[in-house]
């Protein structure tokens, strides 16, 4: 750490002695290998926090290299962004842009690796197992839809509309566009054998190609070999010349699928405008824009004709980009989780649109041009405020899958039931208002596959619902449901039945009716037919139980 760096750290010293909390910081510190555990055991041994913190600037002032970096990174990493930003005025103070560690320098070393943090916003398949949303990856390839990310010790590829990358406050610097992804490996030979000595290594026996992804100042770096990561002594590894070539827009068009399209994923690269070469791509077709930092979409968009796909989800727009309402071409358009609210009376113009995503923008009404995109297939408006829907939205005549969860019904939307093309229908609100009834005309819905209202406070169902001969799952948990119809047991194609979190004390005596059911969940219910104790052995338990009692019944 140099003159300057201390002086920052001597500047903000009871500021850090007042707010900051070292419990989760030591193990960050410890993973950058600013300290080893050791070190860290003996500061952490101190009797109050304000002697610990004390301490740790202490400690953090005698090492060299870049330790103020790293130290802003452990802050960021455990929550204390606020803090991480006072170490930033070294930077500014001289005149400099502090490095966001996401562009690369002229002079900067090109064999320095970087990877990036993103956090899982949908349930994931990963090797053997669901990412959940809120989990934490370490993204190590970026060059295609398809993310290598590494989770625990486990490395694997993973969808990137799953993802949204985590950016720092400095990456809110607007910098020219860069067209690279963010991330960066490096591929190594291992030249010496490398026999695990401690937690997390790898034994490699030398010959292998590994990716290196981590590469701390001192100690260990962090590979990856096939589906394995772990750490590896780097005097065993030979870094691989001519990497890291930079692949224009045109060479990373992907052109695949059944029919071919053109794709472009540009997705996580903190671009806070587009780049020029980007408008000369006019075959492409599908464009993904996603967790970027752009505010505003420019007007030449309308050079690329046949881009019928656009991502541009988790962004930071501020209005509805009005160049979208001249791309009448457009099908399928993403705009959630952005920084506007309302939409644009003209979007009625984007007639051919088959899917419009408009997830978590707080929405409050919906503009009934909104009700005559007649070719709309798919509508999702997850996380608004909406109450209600105007009748007009009898109009969507072909629309299919309609998720309106976590909005603020405090009646169920009794215009949902004209739709009757629907197959799939969310209405879980997990959080704000409630609704208690379902109204008899869900039976209209004969087409429905999918139905959730969990999280509200239905106390009853209606036996109507029997009449929905196509649906498959059905998840009503965390209401307030104290029975259960036995018209429901007329779902034969019922896969997936999830009733907890209610107030059940009977379940129909018609359930082994079920024959298509898979998926059974009733826990948190004060079940007494069937007992719990059957209950938690099982459906074929359940079923063999309801059938025994039946034939008891029938012989007395």
Not at 313 to 336: C, S
Request: with cysteine.
């Amino acid at each position: 750490m140099d003159e300057e760096d201390r002086k920052v750290l001597t500047k903000h010293t009871q500021r850090f002695e007042e707010e900051l909390q070292v419990d989760d910081l030591y193990i960050a510190l410890a993973s950058k290998g600013v300290f080893d555990f050791k070190v860290l055991k003996e500061t952490k041994a101190l009797e109050t926090r304000e002697d610990q913190v004390r301490s740790l600037l202490q400690l953090l002032m005698t090492r060299e290299g870049d330790t103020l970096t790293k130290f802003s990174e452990a802050l960021m990493e455990t929550d204390q962004g606020h803090l991480a930003e006072l170490l930033t005025t070294a930077a500014d103070s001289n005149g400099d842009q502090p490095d966001n560690g996401l562009y690369e320098d002229v002079n900067a070393d090109p064999r320095m690796v970087r990877t990036i943090l993103a956090v899982a916003v949908t349930p994931m398949r990963f090797r053997d197992f669901l990412l959940q949303p809120g989990d934490e990856v370490i993204v190590v390839n970026q060059e295609s839809s398809q993310w290598t990310v590494v989770h625990g010790t486990l490395v694997g590829q993973v969808d990137s509309a799953g993802l949204r990358v985590k950016y720092e406050p400095q990456d809110y610097i607007v910098r020219p566009p860069a067209t690279r992804p963010l991330v960066r490996t490096l591929v190594a030979k291992v030249v010496k054998p490398h026999q695990a000595s401690g937690p997390y290594q790898l034994t490699l026996q030398g010959g292998e190609n590994v990716v290196v992804i981590e590469q701390p100042h001192t100690g260990p770096w962090t590979v990856v070999c096939g589906d394995q990561v772990g750490r590896v002594d780097p005097a065993c590894l030979e870094l691989t010349e001519g990497q890291n070539v930079e692949l224009s827009l045109q060479e990373q068009i992907y052109k695949g699928g059944h029919p071919e399209v053109a794709a472009l994923n540009i997705q996580g690269r903190a671009l806070h405008s587009l780049p020029n070469e980007l408008f000369r791509l006019t075959e492409l077709q599908h464009l993904y824009l996603a967790d970027n930092l752009l505010t505003s979409l420019p007007d030449d968009l309308l050079k690329l004709p046949n881009v019928v796909r656009l991502d541009a989800n988790r962004n930071k727009l501020r209005a509805f980009p009005e160049v979208l309402v001249q791309m009448e071409q457009l099908e399928d358009l993403n705009l959630g989780e952005n920084d506007f609210n309302s939409l644009p009376s003209d979007i009625g113009k984007l007639i051919k649109l088959k899917k419009l995503w408009l997830k978590n923008l707080g929405l409050s009404t919906l503009p009934i041009a909104v009700c005559f995109l007649r070719n709309l297939h798919t509508l999702n408006l997850h996380g608004n405020r909406l109450n209600g829907f105007d009748d007009e939205i009898v109009n969507l005549t072909a629309l299919a899958t309609l998720d309106v969860s976590s909005n603020q019904f405090t009646k169920f939307p009794k215009q949902i039931c004209a739709l009757t093309s629907l197959q799939r229908l969310y209405l879980g609100q997990l959080h704000g208002h409630k609704f208690k009834v379902i109204p008899d005309g869900i039976a209209n819905l004969t087409q429905l596959k999918v139905l959730a209202v969990d999280n509200n406070h239905l106390t009853s169902l209606p036996a109507s619902i029997g009449k929905l001969e196509n649906l498959e799952t059905f998840h009503a948990h965390k209401n307030k449901l104290s029975a259960v119809p036995d018209e429901i047991c007329q779902l034969s194609k019922l896969q997936s039945l999830w009733l907890h979190g209610n107030a059940i004390r009977k379940l129909p005596k018609t359930l082994d009716q079920l024959v298509s059911l898979q998926d059974l969940r009733v826990e948190g219910n004060p079940l007494s037919y069937p007992p719990m104790s059957v209950c938690q052995k099982g459906i074929g338990a359940m079923k063999k139980f309801i059938q025994e009692e039946r034939e008891l019944h029938e012989m007395a």
